[in-house]
């Protein structure tokens, strides 16, 4: 997955690999979009945040300075100090709640945007010419020359599901497309391979 910083800095970048790719651009617009709306909503947020801390620091002044009223001093002068703090209390419940609105805001959109994240491909390497699908790669160089067969051979997963050795049903259900569990001498081949190199 491409990282949202990636996106942000390359946005050009990113809009011209998925055309190449022949993908539409709609999920990065949704992206940005959203992108923009989060960081919106989280400014909104940190507002609230510093309004929260700096009343609650003017209603614990006001608590203690009606809690230490001196001696033959005005008792109406506390009262009012009491009834103030407990006026800012009162709003700041509602900041609060705000704020924990804001929290699921943020949530909500920060899921969506990781749902259409995962699905904008990555970028293909500069050299890779366009097209829609693997019918458009083209070969670059080839070594040595290549086998000629008295038979058509099978392609690898229909040869590998008739010997048994890959479960592509299994991988899939387990994984998603394109996976496959290796069986038996399958999963030996790859250890041998992996043990060799």
């Known amino acids: 997955m491409l ?15 998925l055309t190449k790719r022949g993908e539409t651009t709609a999920i990065l617009d949704q992206v940005i ?18 309004e929260l801390k700096k009343t609650s620091k003017v209603i614990g002044q006001l608590m203690g300075e009606a809690g230490r009223q001196a001696p033959g001093s005005d008792p109406d002068a506390a009262q009012k100090k009491l009834e103030e703090a407990e006026r800012l209390k009162t709003e700041m419940r509602g900041v609060s709640s705000r704020i924990a609105a804001t929290e699921a805001e943020i949530k909500e959109v920060e899921e969506r945007q990781n749902d259409l994240m995962l699905r904008i491909p990555n970028i293909p390497d500069s050299s890779v010419p366009p097209g829609k699908d693997d019918s458009g790669n083209l070969d670059i160089r080839i070594w040595g020359v290549q086998r000629q067969f008295d038979f058509t051979p099978k ?3 229909e040869l590998g599901t008739a010997l048994g050795i ?11 497309s394109r996976f496959y569990v290796l069986m038996g001498l399958g999963a030996r081949l790859q250890r041998a391979l992996i043990a060799f190199m």
Do not use: C, Y
């Open 3 to 17: 990282s949202l910083q990636m996106i942000r800095d390359n946005t050009d970048l990113v809009r011209d690999a």
């Open 155 to 157: 392609p690898h997963w």
């Open 33 to 50: 979009k959203l992108d923009e709306q989060r960081r919106r909503v989280v400014h909104d947020m940190e507002v609230l945040r510093a």
């Open 166 to 176: 890959i479960d592509f049903d299994r991988g899939a259900k387990l994984s998603g």
